[in-house]
């Protein structure tokens, strides 16, 4: 199945922008569906940018977060080429990752 | 006098059955009415969601007994669909005033 | 005497001028001419909103509203449709059962013709939409059909709008009655009051665009169906032109048609028409 | 499957040994029942402060101390929400030793709805996409040289469309 992940990393200069969408309900337990059931809480909890065996972003997730999340941020270093591992983890343990080349 | 009195009693007194039992056609033949009003509209392909809505809760209620609610509910739906057909009708033409020349 | 015979006189030219400007704009509408009602449609839209570019107006509410078009830009990046539009992407080119694909179906293999749709067609007499051609390819090869409002068709159909990025809509009505009265038919029902709330597609989208209906900023008609198929924030999800007006309906208390049924077709048909110049700028993401 | 449960056990004898430092230690302002997580540099998942209603108990049970507004965090949101399911939210800051970055609304069912670990080197800049239940405040709280400075804004929401 192709990864729930993408990703664009774009080093200049000295820093890289990495921008991720994920594919996931992210469901926050408050909604109910069309038959009037609340759909229990389904989403991604933690969420781990690695770059040459550093963590370089973390993001702790509740059930506030769009569904298909988005996330952007920057780091200084990573040149093009250099991988970015990317992985999440959800409320019901499941979980991804992906390795994206920075551009 | 008396015997007015008395009858008029024993006729109040007998009628709420018959009265509850004619409801019961009174109201089929409102949900009748309203039914064949909202064809009409759908005829003119220009039915109301709300129609349908008044339509199934007359249903509901009688099918809990409850016909004054049921007739009520009927009514209310056949007024909907009159409304309907009148709205496609007058369209007809009615449309051409907001067309951008 | 003399002034009576006047009054006479001037009353019965009166009466003579009114009776002909009646017979004048009937006859004027009588008469179906979308190259007219075309560039008259342009106008009323870029007189009305001088500073947007005619190119922005495929944008919706977002060329409507500062703030709005902030969040879009920002959706922009990596907008929300990424998903379906990959998935369209593959199923496309993905063989059916009987070797044969979406591509085998239309002309240029399907890449860059989605401006060319919806048209008429001559042989059935009617007009044909993207949505209906790929559920008839669909059919044709032996395949059940898709739902018209989402999922798979919103996946295919803004695979199709992606290839098509930035031509012009090219719609034609050939010179055939039938196409002049499915075009007419169309403009008809655009400008009909419907439902409870007695709007039609006009009261809103030529009446009050940039104007707010609660939260949402209503966009124009001219270029409102360039972005096609949206994924909306409302729906948290990707929707056709179907799923569009089958809401709109029900938003306005009017019971909806079916999908792809002869009503629709033609209002699209119009939609399309008098948009033609301005940009495909589908798949696009919307409140 | 049984690797989260003894994690969050492991936390929640973190916690323990955190309140009973704290109550040692006699810290009056935080509330004895919500003793803080260690600061948020640990990388546990800080279930208890996703967990809190408020704000300021959002904050304290992640931080463990208040924040106090600051002009050098700039929060952008928009002014109407064109969905309150999709609410585009970032923030820069010219802080320096930025270590944590949180968003908050204060209306939503659970204040807290991210927080963001931000490790040297990270530029303290984040952009998301939140939900938000109705009109509320939005708050941002950075976490720098280990105070807490932060920035709010009312971002308005409602339905669209006429309603059916």
């Known amino acids: ?103 | 006098m008396r015997n007015l009195l008395i009858a008029s009693l024993l006729l109040i007194g007998g009628a709420p059955s018959a009265l509850a039992a004619s409801s019961e056609t009174d109201f089929k033949v409102a949900y009748a009415a309203a039914e064949a009003a909202n064809k009409e509209a759908g005829s003119l392909r220009n039915q109301w969601t709300v129609t349908a809505a008044a339509l199934n809760a007359a249903k509901k209620a009688a099918d809990a007994g409850d016909f004054d609610k049921a007739i009520a509910s009927s009514k209310e739906a056949e007024a909907l669909a009159k409304a309907s057909i009148f709205q496609a009708t007058s369209e007809k033409e009615a449309w051409k005033a907001l067309e951008i020349r | 005497m003399r002034m009576r015979s006047a009054i006479h006189f001037a009353s019965a030219a009166i009466a003579l001028a009114l009776a002909f400007a009646a017979v004048l704009p009937g006859v004027a509408a009588d008469t179906i001419d979308p190259v007219a009602d075309a560039r008259a449609f342009r106008k009323f839209f870029t007189d009305k909103f001088p500073k947007v570019k005619l190119e922005d107006f495929v944008n919706g509410p977002y060329s409507m509203d500062e703030d709005l078009h902030r969040q879009w830009e920002e959706k922009e990046q990596f907008p929300p449709y990424e998903f379906s539009l990959e998935m369209g992407k593959e199923m496309f080119s993905k063989p059916f059962k009987n070797g044969k694909s979406y591509e085998d179906c239309f002309p240029n293999r399907g890449i860059g013709v989605r401006q060319n749709y919806p048209y008429f067609d001559d042989k059935e007499g009617k007009v044909v939409t993207l949505e209906l051609a790929l559920n008839r390819c669909r059919e044709a090869n032996g395949e059940p059909p898709f739902s018209y409002v989402k999922d798979e068709m919103a996946a295919l159909t803004a695979y199709m709008a992606f290839t098509s990025r930035g031509k012009p809509f090219d719609i034609k009505i050939p010179n055939d009655p039938r196409a002049l009265a499915a075009y007419q038919n169309g403009k008809e029902y655009f400008y009909t009051r419907r439902g409870q709330l007695n709007f039609s597609c006009a009261t809103c989208h030529v009446q009050s665009p940039g104007e707010r209906i609660r939260a949402e900023v209503l966009a124009p008609a001219l270029g409102i169906l360039n972005a096609m198929p949206i994924y909306r924030s409302e729906w948290s999800g990707m929707g056709t032109t179907s799923r569009r007006f089958t809401t709109c309906n029900s938003q306005i208390r009017g019971v909806p048609f079916n999908p792809q049924d002869d009503e629709y077709r033609n209002v699209e048909y119009y939609l399309s028409y008098v948009s033609n110049g301005l940009p495909i700028s589908g798949p696009g993401a919307r409140p | 499957m049984t690797t989260p449960d003894n994690e969050f056990s492991a936390t929640r004898r973190l916690i323990l040994q955190g309140a009973a430092t704290v109550a040692l230690v006699g810290l009056g302002n935080i509330p004895f029942g919500l003793a803080p997580a260690l600061a948020a540099a640990n990388d546990k998942y800080p279930e208890e402060a996703f967990k809190q209603k408020n704000e300021a108990d959002a904050i304290k049970s992640l931080y463990g101390k208040t924040a106090e507004a600051s002009d050098k965090v700039k929060l952008d949101a928009p002014e109407i929400a064109e969905n309150g399911s999709v609410v585009p939210i970032s923030v820069s800051t010219t802080l320096i030793d930025v270590t944590s970055i949180s968003f908050l609304v204060s209306e939503n069912p659970n204040a807290l709805v991210a927080s963001y670990r931000i490790p040297a080197g990270t530029v303290p800049s984040v952009a998301n996409r939140i939900k938000m239940a109705r009109t509320s405040n939005v708050t941002v709280v950075v976490e720098a040289g280990g105070k807490l400075y932060s920035a709010t804004k009312e971002v308005k929401v409602t339905v669209g469309g006429c309603g059916g």
């Open chain 1, 1 to 103: 199945m192709a990864s729930t992940i993408r990703v664009r990393a774009t080093s200049s200069s000295e820093t890289t922008e990495v921008q991720a969408l994920i594919q996931h309900p992210m469901d926050s337990g408050f909604v109910k569906d069309s038959k009037g059931e609340i759909i229990p809480p389904h989403f991604i909890q933690k969420l781990t940018f690695e770059h040459d065996g550093k963590s370089v972003f973390v993001a702790d997730w509740g059930g506030g977060i769009s569904k298909d999340p988005y996330v952007k941020f920057s780091f200084k270093g990573g040149k093009k080429g250099d991988d970015l591992k990317v992985s999440w983890v959800d409320n019901k343990g499941a979980t991804d990752t992906t390795t994206a080349k920075i551009q």
